[in-house]
């Protein structure tokens, strides 16, 4: 299977192998089955100020906290590392198993993982990136926080989303410096909850499509059926 992020218009074609994912146009693609995807964008051409300002005053608040502590952050491939973090992440929550193997056709051009990193308690967050040099668009793949590993009340937990907050914000501009125009939270979940943490960053609901051959669809029913 050939997975196509971002397609444009003239893209969407008919292909036995083909899956299109967020493509910006809905359309009638022959023995193609679309489905809409919601999703949510920060807009990465705004300056540094104005992004700062769309912000909600708590998240303003805790990247101001998290920016007293001497954090380090890290950016590379160390795919191992984090699914050290993310592994108890989908294994509470019913996740989607992920390993090594999901990433065995990208590129380290395609993607990127950030950590930020306290000295004394190791790794508090961690984002994987989609790189699409082309529409200038950074997807977020997984976003995983350690504050499982401490116990409620130590203010470990508190101090985890709060690097998280910055670790987004450091995102933003540091791919910002490199030419990307989009930050994609890589959809925008039904839960309150992730609806909320998404909001704070003061970017946009928007929805894209993705385009499934009908072999596809079937596919993934009979499966389901049988299991």
């Known amino acids: ?40 964008h920060v807009d990465l051409t705004l300056s540094e100020e104005e992004r700062w300002g769309n912000y909600t005053p708590k998240l303003r608040q805790n990247i ?93 937990r508190r101090l985890c989303g709060q690097a998280n907050a910055l670790l987004f914000e450091l995102d933003f501009g540091y791919f910002q410096n490199l030419g990307y125009e989009v930050f994609d939270f890589g959809g925008y979940d039904e839960r309150p909850t992730l609806q909320h943490f998404k909001r704070q960053f003061g970017g946009k609901v928007v929805t894209n499509y993705n385009y499934f051959p009908f072999w596809f669809t079937w596919a993934k029913a009979i499966k389901n059926w049988l299991t």
């Open 1 to 40: 299977m050939h997975w196509c992020l971002y397609p444009a218009p003239a893209d969407l074609r008919f292909s036995w192998r083909n899956i299109y994912i967020q493509a910006d146009s809905a359309r009638h693609l022959p023995f193609y089955v679309r489905q809409p995807f919601t999703t949510y």
């Open 64 to 156: 101001r906290k998290a920016r007293q502590f001497d954090f380090k952050i890290i950016r590379n491939h160390d795919l191992t590392r984090f699914l050290d973090i993310y592994t108890p992440i989908w294994q509470a929550l019913g996740l989607i198993h992920l390993q090594e193997s999901h990433f065995a056709t990208k590129s380290p051009e395609q993607y990127l993982i950030t950590f930020i990193e306290d000295e004394t308690h190791g790794v508090l967050a961690a984002h994987v990136v989609q790189l699409d040099h082309a529409t200038k668009k950074v997807k977020l793949e997984y976003n995983a926080s350690t504050f499982r590993r401490f116990e409620n009340g130590t203010g470990m």
